[in-house]
């Protein structure tokens, strides 16, 4: 199944300082971006916390960001589906 995000370029100290290690996992990943060329990057994957809701405030920023990159409406629907 195919996933979409958003690349951005972030100084990997500073993630090891603000991620939380209980909640995500850095995995390296090649993906391919817009232009379709392969770029490796750090994806962020969650640990599944059974029936625990998301955060709604941070959903919310979810949401608009992938509106705000243009990524695909059934990938920003499938995002809102987790809205409370």
Avoid at 2 to 9: D, E, I, R, T
Avoid at 51 to 75: F, M
């Amino acid at each position: 199944m195919a996933s979409y995000g958003a690349l951005h370029n972030s100084d990997l100290d500073e993630m090891d300082r603000i991620e939380d290690p209980k909640a995500y996992r850095r995995v390296k990943k090649i993906v391919v971006n817009e232009n379709g060329e392969t770029v490796q990057c750090n994806v962020y994957v969650a640990f599944p916390r059974g029936d625990i809701a998301a955060d709604q405030p941070y959903l919310e920023l979810i949401i608009a960001a992938a509106k705000s990159a243009g990524l695909p409406q059934h990938w920003i629907q499938r995002i809102e589906w987790f809205r409370s």
